[in-house]
C-alpha cells in the first residue's frame, strides 16, 4: 500500500486503527533493526520502538506530506534513539566512555544481536564492527548506520536528519577511517 493510500485510510475515521496497524506492520522490522544498532539492548529498542509509534499516532494528522511517510518516521524513531542515550548518560553522570562501556558489555552479552537481523551474522568481523561502531559519537555511528547497512543515499539521510549532504558525506568518511583504525588495532592487538 502506498503512503498516499495509508493516510488516506488513516484520515478516515472508520479505517483509522486499521491504516495505523497497517502502517507498523510495515516499517516495524526495518525501525527497530535502526533503533537496536544505537541502542544495542532489545528491551530499550524495543520500548523505542513503541515510543516512536506513539509519536508517529499523535503527529500523524498533522504530516504534511513534504517527506516520505518513512523518511518522516525514520526521523522519528532517530530523534528518540539520540534523546535516550543522552538521557542516560545525564541520568547516571557518565562520561561518554561509561556509557559506550555498558554498551559494549550488552553487545557481548546478546548473541542475539550479532546472529540475527537482516545485516548481522554470527562472524567474529562482525562483532568487531559493532564494537568499533560503539567507539563512533552517537551521530557519527547513526550516519554510518544509515549508510552502510540501510544503504539510504545521503539525501534521505540528510532530510532525516536535517543535515547537509556534504557533511554527511564527511562524517560517514570519517566514521569509516576511525572504523579501519580501530579494526586494524584489534586485528594487531589479537
Not at 52 to 79: C, H, M, P
Not at 92 to 110: A, H, Q, T
Not at 125 to 130: E, F, P
Request: one cysteine or more.
Amino acid at each position: 500500500m502506498t503512503d498516499a493510500e495509508l493516510l488516506a485510510k488513516y484520515r478516515d475515521p472508520s479505517s483509522r486503527n486499521y491504516a495505523f496497524n497497517l502502517l507498523v506492520r510495515q516499517y516495524q522490522q526495518k525501525i527497530y533493526w535502526h533503533i537496536r544498532k544505537m541502542v544495542i539492548d532489545h528491551d530499550d529498542a524495543d520500548d523505542l520502538v513503541q515510543e516512536t509509534f506513539i509519536k508517529v499516532w499523535n503527529s500523524l494528522e498533522q504530516f504534511r506530506g513534504d517527506s516520505q511517510l518513512y523518511t518522516w518516521i525514520y526521523r522519528i524513531a532517530t530523534n528518540e534513539c539520540l534523546n535516550f542515550l543522552n538521557k542516560k548518560r545525564r541520568r547516571f553522570f557518565l562520561p561518554i566512555g561509561d556509557v559506550e562501556g555498558e554498551l559494549m558489555e550488552k553487545l557481548e552479552s546478546n548473541s542475539d544481536f550479532v546472529t540475527s537481523g537482516n545485516e548481522l551474522s554470527g562472524e567474529e568481523i562482525q562483532l568487531k564492527l559493532q564494537k568499533a561502531l560503539l567507539k563512533l559519537p552517537d551521530k557519527q555511528r547513526l550516519v554510518f548506520n544509515m549508510k552502510y547497512f540501510d544503504d539510504m543515499k545521503y539525501e534521505e539521510i540528510a532530510e532525516i536528519t536535517g543535515t547537509s549532504v556534504g557533511a554527511l558525506k564527511a562524517s560517514y568518511h570519517l566514521a569509516v577511517k576511525k572504523i579501519e583504525d580501530y579494526l586494524d588495532k584489534s586485528d594487531t592487538s589479537d
